[in-house]
């Protein structure tokens, strides 16, 4: 069975940064590109960026909004990627969803992230 | 940063057929484009339905089908369920290093 799980979100100050964790099992991670999205609350969806495997060049690309603040990183050997956030902002406050996949395949439930004084 | 955009609302009778489009402000979407559609409800995670304009995972409902239409990406329903419901979302590809979403059709089943 596929799962993917976000985990490491919560409330954060301005400024402040934060890493949220994406673990995988059930299919070979490591062939796949990852992808993280967000929602604000009551909003549409967001693309944040996207890192592919390292078969596929480990090419990175991030949305405008986050460039600059925000990394993915992968660990293969774990099955699991990571979505860095620094300097966060207020703006930045959604629910984060990682996606593996080479065609945005399997979704995790999603974690918020609430960017706050 | 392109604008893409949906039907804010769409209705549709149990076992009718419904057209969503997804068009782009930079010109036509074509292939070149990547369209993806999604399928969220409420309180739950998107679903993936169709990637590449018309293709589908192995557990997108065969009465869904995606499509160029007329300078816009589609997602035709045929047959809709009442648990069809939901907000559709696509997403277009923008030289493969800008992916844009666009704002959402919410899909009443009435």
């Known amino acids: 069975e596929v799962q993917v799980v976000e985990s490491g979100g919560g409330l954060v100050q301005p400024g402040r940064s934060l890493r949220l964790s994406c673990t995988t099992s059930?299919?070979?991670?490591?062939?796949?590109?990852v992808s993280w999205f967000r929602q604000a609350p009551g909003k549409g969806l967001e693309w944040v960026g996207f890192?592919?495997?390292?078969?596929?060049?480990?090419?990175?690309e991030y949305a405008a909004s986050v460039k600059g603040r925000f990394s993915i990183s992968r660990d293969d050997s774990r099955s699991i990627a990571f979505l860095q956030m620094n300097s966060l902002k207020t703006e930045d406050t959604a629910v984060y969803f990682c996606t593996c996949g080479n065609k945005l395949d399997f979704w995790g439930q999603g974690i918020l992230v609430t960017v706050s004084s | 940063q392109a604008v893409v955009t949906q039907e804010p609302s769409l209705t549709v009778s149990p076992g009718g057929t419904v057209t969503l489009t997804c068009g782009s402000s930079t010109g036509g979407v074509t292939s070149g484009h990547y369209p993806y559609w999604f399928q969220q409800k409420p309180g739950q995670a998107p679903r993936t339905l169709i990637y590449d304009t018309s293709n589908k995972h192995s557990w997108t409902p065969a009465r869904f089908s995606g499509s160029l239409l007329g300078g816009k990406a589609a997602l035709t329903l045929l047959g809709a369920q009442a648990e069809d419901e939901a907000a559709y979302y696509c997403l277009l590809s923008y030289g493969g290093t800008n992916w844009v979403f666009g704002g959402g059709t919410k899909l009443t089943v009435l």
């Open positions: 059930g299919f070979t991670f490591g062939e796949h590109f």
């Open positions: 890192l592919a495997s390292n078969i596929h060049g480990g090419t990175r």
